[in-house]
């Protein structure tokens, strides 16, 4: 399968800091990426979803200006949680769409952001 | 309404055994994509096996397969020869056409645990 790499893996900051997560697709160039958030034993929840060269469409309810998501390649999509707040602590995951694996998402392996 | 349902509590499976996990969907597309995920619990997400609504076999990956009943709206996955390693959390996710830009819902998952 495709290999999508997340960074960091895990990140520990002051509330009131902004905290940049970075989404990579390694070896396929992925013109969609997804941004998910999930919280212990829950589900997936959808954020946003990063088209390259364009806005971000965010789901209903998850505020633009909190979760700002730039999309500037092929290969990297950037979340960036600005003045974190500690309910903004949990599981952020990315994803990417390798179209000539018939659309099938790949994930990258998470980051735990914790706020304090 | 929920589009994807997996309402089995926690499941405990002897190695080498199989298991089958449950999975019930809500569409009204023709068209449409059925997914299975692994997330261990170092919570990367593991894609592990597609079934398109249009294919008329049951999708097959190793010890992976799909049972695939569209007139129930169903996409059960079997793990054959239970391994440890299989202990994980299991989602269910469905892409839709109306959906759109190959957004993915996701059920709120199956806990299986392995045990020797």
């Known amino acids: 399968g495709a290999v999508v790499s997340q960074h960091p893996s895990r990140v520990i900051c002051k509330s009131g800091t902004s905290v940049k997560i970075e989404c990579r697709s390694l070896?396929?160039?992925?013109?969609?990426m997804f941004w998910y958030r999930q919280f212990p034993k829950q589900s997936l929840m959808l954020m946003a979803t990063s088209n390259e060269g364009s806005k971000a469409t965010y789901e209903q309810g998850v505020e633009k200006d909190k979760f700002l998501i730039n999309h500037a390649s092929l290969t990297l999509s950037t979340l960036t949680v600005t003045s974190a707040h500690p309910e903004d602590s949990s599981f952020y995951i990315c994803?990417?769409?390798?179209?000539?694996?018939?659309?099938?998402?790949?994930f990258g392996p998470g980051t735990r952001l914790l706020v304090l | 309404a929920q589009k994807i349902t997996q309402t089995q509590p926690g499941m405990f499976v002897q190695e080498k055994e199989a298991v089958t996990l449950d999975c019930t969907y809500d569409t009204s597309d023709q068209s449409y994509g059925l997914f299975w995920y692994k997330q261990p619990s170092s919570g990367e997400m593991i894609f592990l096996i597609y079934q398109g609504s249009y294919d008329e076999q049951n999708a097959t990956e190793g010890r992976y397969s799909l049972n695939f009943q569209k007139a129930r709206k169903s996409a059960n996955l079997v793990i054959s020869a239970s391994q440890l390693g299989d202990s994980a959390m299991y989602f269910c996710?469905?892409?839709?056409?109306?959906?759109?830009?190959?957004?993915?819902?996701f059920g709120k998952g199956n806990q299986v645990v392995v045990i020797p």
């Open positions: 996710a469905m892409r839709e056409a109306s959906y759109g830009n190959n957004r993915l819902a």
């Open positions: 070896d396929f160039q992925a013109t969609t």
């Open positions: 994803s990417a769409t390798n179209q000539k694996a018939g659309e099938t998402q790949y």
